[in-house]
Structure formats: C-alpha cells, structure tokens
C-alpha cells in the first residue's frame, strides 16, 4: 500500500493532469479548484436554545484493519451540545445527526475509492433517513438508542431496507443490552469502546456476543492506546477505531537511526539541488534503499519498456523533485515500509492544509502547508522528539517555527489541523474564524483530502507490490 501512495507522486511534476486524483497546484479561493471539490453543506437552522458557539462541527477518524490499513473513514460531531444531550429522541440529537446526513448526502458525488463511511446515528434518524441520501458505495451505519427495551418492528424494517441496499449497520456499544440482543441476528457487526471497559470486560462482552451470535464481526473503538489495539485484535476484533496510531509518547533520549538520517541528508541535497551523481552514491551505500528505489521506478505504473538496473538510471527517470517526495514519505515510513495508516493520515493532514491554505495563501505557499502537514507527523513515525526529528533536514525558519511552536505564518493552518483530529469544536471554531473561514468549509475540505488520498490508493495501475 506505501509503495502505490508513493508511486502515485509521479503525477506532482506532470504537465498535464495524472489519469486518478491528480493534485493540482492549488489555486486562490475565487479560481475554480481543480476536479470535483465536496460540496459544502448548507447550513441548517439551529434548534432553540443552540447558539452559534456550541454549533458542533464534523470531524473524522480512520477505521483500520488487522494489518493496520486504512479501510474505513468515521465521520461524527463534536461540540459543547453533545455533552448535554440528555435523550437520544430530542431536537437537538435530531440536529446532530442532520449535521452527518447532510455530509452524507454530499458524499454522493465524490464516493471514497476503498473506503467506507462510517457514521453515528441514533435509531430515529435510521428510520428517518431512507437510502435516497447515501453515497452509492456501501456505507457502515453505527446504531445505538434507548437499550432497556426490545428493538422495534419499525427499526427492523429500515435495518432491513440498509442492508438490502448494500449498507451495513452495526450496533455501537450497547452488548447485554436487551436491544441489542433483539437485534444481534440482523446486525452486520458490533462495537465495543475499549476506553470505557477493562480487559476482563471486554473479553466476557465480547464472548457473549461470539456465542450468541458466532461469526459476528467485531469492532474496537476507542483503541487508544497500542495494548488496547494488541488486546482487541486478540479478542477477534477486525475492524479497529482510535487514537493509537498517532499517539505521543515521551520519546525523550531517542535518535534517529542512521538510515533515516542518510535519508534526510539525502533530502536536503535533493532540495539544494546537489549533483545526481552524489546522490546515486550515497544511495548505493544503502542496498536497502537502492532495492526500494529500482523496485519504485520499475513499477508499471512508470510505462517503462525495459528494467532499469542502475541507481543513476532510476534517478535520471525520477528527477530531483520527484526524488525529493519519494525520499519525504520514505522518512515519514521510518524506513519499515508498512506503516500505511499513519502514511495516509499524514497525507490526509498535509492535503487538508494545502486546501484551506488555498483560500488566503499562493500556490508556492501552499505546497509548503502540504510538505508542514507531512513533516508534522514525523516524530510519530521516528519515535524520536519532533525536534530531533526535523533538525538534520535544516528547514525555513517559517517551517520551524510552525513545527515546534505553532507560531509564524503556518502556525495557525497546523493548529488548525490538530483541532480537527482532536475534535475540539471551540479550537476549530476559533482557528477557523482567525483564517476567514467557516465551519462548513473547514468541513468540507476535510472530506476532500481524504478522497484524494482514497483515490491515490486505489489507482489500479498501482498494485503491483512495492
């Protein structure tokens, strides 16, 4: 999966657009944007009693697989209200889902390659919401409501219509609920959210729902950290919700590796320009690098006639800003290779800010937001400190001081982006409005760098194994 994401970087550098999910320079805010940007939803009229300041506002999360690749994409809300939503029956619980219906609704035109959508609903909105206003690619539909008392025949019915229409709905959260027993028969899966549960319990809920019901599928949300992600994958879990992938730990006293080194010493000579020639001899040096760099250039994805079998081949055919974000993304892998969901996620972040940098900033500081959005993530990738992490690539003062202090002209665009994984509605509220923009744009810019993402890794003339 890595090898196809980096391959698909070809494409930066063309003349004319790629043939899938080319990134285009980006342009200002009153220019066109360039293939088919997510409709930005139109604003619903608040309930009574909802000011503008609670107004909650969409966020998303991966949903991974065993392999920890990305299969999924959770879409919820987050905002002051939903802490005090006391029933899931009232206006405003009704608004909240409206909020994901409509993103829904703008998903139909833009389908994510690969992917799923996952979303929240509560047992109301199932029956409201009909199949008219879901993506044609099968979504996944979290279900949880009143638990003490029996599903009703009406919600078997909509259930039924999901299913029969290609979605799957799983129930979120609720096992040993009498709920959830009238429904596990029907159920494509079920959840459980780890943050609330012990091992023990997690293991005695997951195994009475196994034996009600075996060969349920099992989710984990919550999975916050890597044992709780090792703990569910034991329990049979497979499909796996959280922030453990880009979890901070203190990483204090570590150093890069010597590879990763030669990586970013490779990567400022690429950025000044240095020989070729000195640059196929420091590769040569690594033979773990040069397999991955003959293997990347000979995929069929290049329309190469023959094998190339030299490293100053393989650099003439890939050029020096080519080789430059073949080396980026290399550096956020760690050298492993197999980390894809924190490449993706990476990628997600970087095209994020490149798209709401579009509104305000030029083309040329645009593609700095997207190479900000990249190195963001590194210390996860490295488990080094980010500061460790980014002083051998000796970048712009502007780059630094966005990184390490959120301060400077890009500082806002990354502070921005932390709030919208960390779904703080007031942040994303407040960074918005400093940057001129509105919620729904932020939104919307959102799901479109994760189609663009989706569409890079699903490209078919990229799956050859890398």
């Keep these: 999966m890595l090898g196809k994401l980096i391959t698909a970087f070809q494409h930066w550098l063309d003349d004319t657009p790629a043939p899938v999910a080319p990134r285009a ?127 009703s025949a009406d919600l078997r019915e909509a259930m039924s219509a999901m ?30 959210r780890l943050a609330l549960r012990t091992p023990f319990e997690a293991d005695a809920l997951f195994r009475e729902v196994r034996e009600l019901q075996p060969g349920i599928r099992l989710g984990a949300w919550d999975v916050n950290t890597q044992e709780d992600f090792e703990l569910a994958r034991r329990l ?45 001899r420091v590769l040569k040096q690594d033979m773990a690098m040069s397999y991955r760099l003959l293997r990347y250039v000979n995929s069929a994805a290049h329309g190469l006639n023959q094998q190339i079998a030299t490293i100053e081949q393989g650099l003439l055919i890939l050029g020096q800003a080519q080789m430059d974000r073949w080396l980026t993304l290399l550096l956020l892998s760690g050298g492993a290779m197999g980390d894809t969901a924190l490449t993706e996620i990476a990628l997600t972040r970087a095209r994020f800010l490149e798209l709401v940098g579009s509104y305000r900033l030029p083309p040329e500081q645009c593609e700095k937001l997207f190479v900000l959005g990249l190195f963001s993530m590194l210390d996860v990738a490295l488990k080094v400190p980010l500061e460790t992490a980014v002083k051998p690539l000796r970048l712009a003062e502007p780059l630094n001081a966005a990184l390490l202090r959120h301060e400077g002209a890009y500082g806002m665009y990354l502070s921005l982006a932390d709030a919208c994984e960390r779904g703080v509605a007031s942040e994303i509220a407040r960074y918005a409005l400093m940057l001129g923009l509105t919620s729904n744009k932020v939104s919307a810019r959102q799901v479109e760098a994760i189609n663009w993402v989706a569409e890079i890794a699903a490209q078919p003339a990229l799956r050859a194994r890398q």
């Design 163 to 192: 299913q029969d229409a290609g979605h799957e709905v799983w129930l979120d959260d609720v096992i040993g609920s009498p709920w959830c027993h009238s429904l596990l028969g029907q159920a494509s899966g079920v959840t459980l």
């Design 236 to 280: 049979r879990c497979t499909r796996f919700s959280g922030a453990f992938v880009t979890r901070r730990e203190d990483w204090g006293g570590n150093e890069l590796s010597p590879q990763m080194l030669t990586v970013a010493s490779l990567i400022n000579q690429i950025q000044e320009e240095t020989n070729l020639r000195e640059v196929a």
């Design 25 to 151: 320079k980006p342009t200002t805010a009153s220019a066109k944007e360039t293939g088919a940007p997510i409709p930005e939803i139109a604003a619903r009229p608040l309930p009574a009693g909802m000011t503008v300041e609670a107004e909650p506002v969409l966020v998303h999360r991966e949903v991974l697989d065993e392999a920890l690749a990305v299969r999924g994409v959770e879409f919820f809300v987050r905002g002051e209200l939903r802490d005090k939503i006391q029933t899931q029956r009232n206006a405003a619980r009704r608004f909240l889902d409206g909020v994901l219906v409509d993103q829904l609704a703008s998903l139909r035109h833009t389908p994510m390659r690969q992917r799923q959508a996952w979303v929240q609903l509560s047992e109301l909105s199932l029956m409201r919401l009909g199949t008219g206003k879901l993506p044609a690619r099968a979504c996944v539909l979290l279900l949880a409501d009143d638990t003490s008392r029996p599903a």
